[in-house]
């Protein structure tokens, strides 16, 4: 989760400074916060989703080893998708 953090906040940095010719601000105001606040709902949406996948999957009979396969990939999807939100909602002027 950390790694894929990093890496998509690399390439949206790259990204948005020569589009934009200016670098983020440091100071975080209520819009700011209500952005980051639906990116951790959205990723916990995809989470939970993830978590009920596994318990699925588990269900059926599969190695528990494909169980916690699922819950590693839900993770990572959940991060990308907590870093997308908010870049879409930043993009689109929010």
């Not at 059926?60 to 999807?77: K, V």
Request: no cysteine; glycine share 6%.
């Amino acid at each position: 989760s950390i790694v894929v953090t990093i890496i998509v906040t690399i390439v949206f940095t790259i990204h948005y400074r020569p589009t934009a010719r200016e670098s983020e601000p440091s100071i975080t105001d209520e819009r700011d916060r209500l952005i980051e606040l639906i990116g951790h709902r959205n990723a916990l949406y995809v989470f939970s989703i993830g978590v009920v996948l596994a318990m699925a999957v588990l269900a059926f009979g599969t190695p528990i080893s494909a169980m916690f396969i699922t819950l590693i990939y839900a993770g990572l999807l959940s991060s990308v998708v907590d870093e997308l939100t908010r870049f879409m909602l930043y993009r689109r002027g929010f």
